[in-house]
T-cell receptor
């Protein structure tokens, strides 16, 4: 089975532009989460989606938005890019979201975003 | 209260040594504690995970020790190999993996 896939692999944008990153979860996984990883730091939680609904949001400005499609793939959008948005953006999928137990997350290779 | 504090920041051991990485958390609502391994240019990959009702878990050369009262947990890598050289992250989550919080990472280098 294919793992989590993300596109594009690398992206270069200038300040003020908008960017859309894409993620396809592992087949059968219904939950997708997005993380931002700045060089030398741990991943920071941005969003979690399950069954096309937002289930969690981290401490990121409204310039960051996301959505999940009926096939469970997801997009992360970032508007009005700042230099500080340069990072590796990671997508993770998990089999299900349940309040009764926790689930393992499987990460994709990430999209490296550079803002000039 | 949402932080996960990880130490050391970097670690160098000889081949065959047992590196130990420590993490501490504050929020007692966390109920799932995974460890991830990340190589340069790759996404994190799950190594091993533990729940707070267990004090120790072993999978291959990797062992997690968990101290619920101290709100601390650690990763031990037995018989470390140069191929184990990577960045290791501890993490904590609750309610079905909601809002997983990662530590800052430990860069491990295993000398041949």
């Amino acid at each position: 089975d294919a793992g989590v896939t993300q596109s594009p692999t690398h992206l270069i944008k200038t300040r003020g532009q908008q960017v859309t990153l894409r993620c396809s979860p592992i087949s059968g996984h219904k939950s997708v989460s997005w993380y931002q990883q700045v060089l030398g730091q741990g991943p920071q939680f941005i969003f979690q989606y399950y069954e096309k609904e937002e289930r969690g949001r981290g401490n990121f400005p409204d310039r960051f938005s996301a959505r999940q499609f009926p096939n469970y793939s997801s997009e992360l959008n970032v508007n009005a890019l700042l230099l500080g948005d340069s990072a590796l953006y990671l997508c993770a999928s998990s089999p299900r979201f349940s309040g009764e137990r926790t689930d393992t997350q499987y990460f994709g290779p990430g999209t490296r975003l550079t803002v000039l | 209260q949402q932080q996960v504090k990880q130490s050391p920041q970097s670690l160098i051991v000889q081949k065959g040594g047992i590196p130990i990485i420590n993490c501490a958390y504050e929020n007692t609502a966390f109920d799932y504690f995974p460890w991830y391994q990340q190589f340069p240019g790759k996404g994190p990959a799950l190594l091993i995970a533990i729940r707070p009702d267990v004090s120790e878990k072993k999978e291959g050369r990797f062992t997690i020790s968990f101290n619920k009262s101290a709100k601390q947990f650690s990763l031990h890598i037995m018989d470390s190999q140069p191929g184990d050289s990577a960045t290791y992250f501890c993490a904590a989550s609750m309610d079905g993996g909601f809002k997983t919080i990662f530590g800052a990472g430990t860069r491990l280098f295993v000398k041949a």
